[in-house]
C-alpha cells in the first residue's frame, strides 16, 4: 500500500523542496499551507505520516498534532513537528500536544527522510494491530467494540455538526439454530461468512458494518431519504434469501435474514437508537421472519414490509 505523507508548511518553498524529496522515493505527497486546511486534508484522506512546521497562520502546529491524536486514538498517523526554535521546552510542549518527532530548521533533509521512514513502520505495525484489535475473527467485518466505538463517533458527529440523519439496520439470520443442527457449526460459520461478505459488498458509501455478536449484525448507513434507506436494506434481504451456501460435502442451504431499522435523529442518544433498531428487528421475527420493519424513535413501526418465502 502506498504510504501518503501530508506536508504542512506556510512556506511554499519549504513545501516544494520536501515534496520534490518524498517524491524521488515514491511517497504520496499532499500538501496544506496551514493547520486548517491540513486538517481538513487528515479527516479526508488516509494519511500515514505528517510532517508539520510549527508557527503557521490560523492553527499552529502544536494545535495540528493535538487534533490528529485526539482523532487517532490507535496511533495510525506518525506526527513529526519542525521548528526553527530548539528551546527544550518547545519540544516538551510538542510531544505533550502528540508530536512523535522534533526536527529543528533549516531542515537536513537526509535524516528528514529517515524519520519519514521510521514513522512509516511504526504506522503500519500500529495500524495491523488496529486492524486485528477491531475485525471479527471470521466473519472479516468490524467486530461489536470497534462497530459500537464507530456508531458513537458517527451519532455525535450527527449530532453536532447538522450531518445528514442515519439510520441504524440491526441484522439477524432467521432460524440460525437450526441451521447448526442440520448442517453442523462449521457450516453454521460458512453461512454467517457468506452472508459478512454478500452484506459488506452492499453497504452504502459513507455506512459501515459490524457483527454484534452470534447471528447478529448492524449496519450504520446515512438515511436522508427514508425510501432509498429501504430500498438498499431490501437488496441484502433479497441477495441473502439467494445465496446457497454449500457444505465440505456438497450439500446446499439457503437462509433468510430479518431487518430492524430505527431513524436517528441528532438528539437521541445511541443507546435509545439501538433499544428501537432491536425492537424493530424483534417485530419482524415475531411476525414472520424474512422481512424488513423500520421503526421512528418513538417505537412506532414507520414501515413493515412483509415478504413470504
Known amino acids: ?35 486548517e486546511e491540513a486538517l481538513a486534508i487528515y479527516r479526508r484522506e488516509d494519511v500515514h505520516v505528517v510532517i508539520t512546521d510549527l508557527e503557521m497562520p490560523k492553527m499552529n502546529g502544536l494545535e495540528l498534532c493535538w487534533l490528529i491524536r485526539a482523532d487517532d486514538d490507535q496511533h495510525r498517523t506518525f506526527t513529526i513537528l519542525m521548528t526553527t526554535d530548539a528551546d527544550s521546552q518547545r519540544r516538551i510542549e510538542a510531544f505533550d500536544a502528540g508530536a512523535d518527532e522534533f526536527l529543528t530548521k533549516p531542515i537536513d533533509l537526509p535524516m528528514l527522510r529517515a524519520r519519514v521512514r521510521a514513522g512509516e513502520r511504526i504506522t503500519r505495525t500500529h495500524r495491523v494491530m488496529a486492524d486485528l484489535l477491531n475485525t471479527d475473527y471470521l466473519t472479516g467485518v468490524m467486530n461489536r467494540r470497534h462497530f459500537m466505538e464507530r456508531l458513537e463517533r458517527a451519532h455525535d458527529g450527527a449530532a453536532r455538526h447538522s450531518a445528514p440523519p442515519l439510520a441504524l439496520a440491526m441484522f439477524d439470520i432467521d432460524h440460525f439454530k437450526a441451521i447448526n443442527d442440520t448442517h453442523g457449526h462449521s457450516n453454521g460459520d460458512l453461512a454467517l461468512k457468506r452472508f459478512a461478505e454478500n452484506c459488506a459488498a452492499l453497504v452504502p458509501e459513507g455506512g459501515f458494518l459490524g457483527r454484534l455478536g452470534g447471528e447478529e449484525f448492524g449496519m450504520v448507513l446515512p438515511a436522508g431519504d427514508l425510501e432509498a434507506t429501504v430500498a438498499g436494506l431490501e437488496r441484502i434481504r433479497e441477495s441473502t434469501a439467494a445465496l446457497t ?65
Open 1 to 35: 500500500m502506498e504510504t501518503s505523507v501530508l506536508v504542512v508548511d506556510d512556506s511554499a518553498v519549504v513545501r516544494r523542496i520536501i515534496k520534490e524529496l518524498l517524491e524521488r522515493y515514491e511517497y504520496r505527497v499532499l500538501l496544506a499551507k496551514d493547520g
Open 245 to 309: 451456501t454449500v457444505t465440505a460435502d456438497g450439500v446446499g442451504f439457503q437462509f433468510t435474514v430479518s431487518v430492524g431499522v430505527c431513524l436517528a435523529p441528532g438528539a437521541e442518544s445511541v443507546a435509545a437508537l439501538l433499544a428501537r433498531a432491536d425492537e424493530a428487528l424483534y417485530f419482524a421475527k415475531r411476525s414472520g421472519r424474512n422481512r424488513t420493519v423500520v421503526c421512528g424513535t418513538d417505537g412506532v413501526v414507520l414501515k413493515a414490509r412483509f415478504y413470504v418465502m
